[in-house]
């Protein structure tokens, strides 16, 4: 009787036993794995936050654009969606030390009017000058790869004040796929026709008729090259003082015509 009573003792108790262990498997043992749950909202939730962050920043370089500043004659300044600045052929414009810092100034010839590096006194620590010398190193046309943008140098010259073998053009390629060709001192090269093929964004030509070609080859060139912009410089007015011609650009009877006044700044 004891042992029959003994028995049924420790069955009910392990009867208890059992119950408490599911009622507490219940209740308080799944905290561990409701702590991991949470931990992994919070991880999935951190994470989507962090690509949401790079998502934004992303959409604002998608955003952003470049700016071009025509200062008169040839001079040219681009400033990049990356906020870096282009310098092209430097004459017009005061040293001013407030100006955005060079981080590339590009030179095309070596006439007077088109190398006064004196005028780009504020520049960046690894500021890089690129001149018609390095572009037609070893007597072939030069690329440089920036990552912002990459500078091809073209043909230029093909008229007695300017010899092709030292003269060049620039085709410059944004990070975001805007180009912008600089003429630089010329007439109609060889290599204009081959230019279409690259789709060309923005155009400058040169125009003064005395140095260089005339508004009517200037015109001439622009439908060779078919940009979707056709802008004339380097037409200085001799009697006004003035860095650009209002009346001459206006002559540029060319396509998609361009006219950008000296100073002037345009979003690219």
Request: hydrophobic share 35%.
């Amino acid at each position: 009787m004891k042992k029959t009573l003994r028995l049924t003792t420790i069955l009910w108790m392990a009867a208890i036993t059992a119950v408490m262990c599911v009622a507490f498997a219940a209740c308080g043992g799944t905290s561990d794995s409701q702590e991991n749950a949470g931990d992994a909202d919070q991880a999935a939730q951190a994470e989507q936050a962090g690509q949401a962050d790079e998502a934004e920043q992303e959409t604002e370089m998608d955003t952003k654009h470049a700016k071009l500043l025509y200062m008169g004659h040839a001079s040219i300044r681009i400033t990049t969606p990356e906020d870096k600045v282009i310098y092209i052929d430097p004459f017009v414009g005061d040293s001013d030390d407030n100006a955005p810092a060079a981080d590339l100034i590009l030179e095309t010839h070596g006439h007077y009017d088109h190398t006064v590096l004196d005028k780009i006194e504020n520049r960046s620590e690894d500021c890089q000058v690129i001149t018609w010398e390095e572009a037609l190193e070893g007597g072939a046309h030069q690329s440089f790869d920036l990552g912002y943008a990459k500078v091809e140098a073209v043909e230029a010259g093909y008229n007695k004040n300017h010899d092709v073998s030292q003269c060049v053009g620039y085709v410059i390629t944004l990070s975001d796929g805007t180009k912008v060709y600089v003429s630089g001192d010329t007439s109609t090269t060889e290599q204009m026709p081959s230019l279409a093929e690259q789709k060309i964004d923005y155009a400058f030509f040169c125009c003064d008729g005395i140095y260089n070609m005339d508004l009517e080859e200037a015109a001439a060139c622009a439908d060779l090259v078919k940009a979707k912009h056709n802008i004339p410089y380097h037409m200085t007015a001799a009697d006004s003082g003035s860095f650009f011609d209002r009346e001459r650009a206006e002559a540029f009877n060319a396509e998609n015509r361009l006219i950008i006044e000296e100073g002037e700044e345009i979003e690219l």
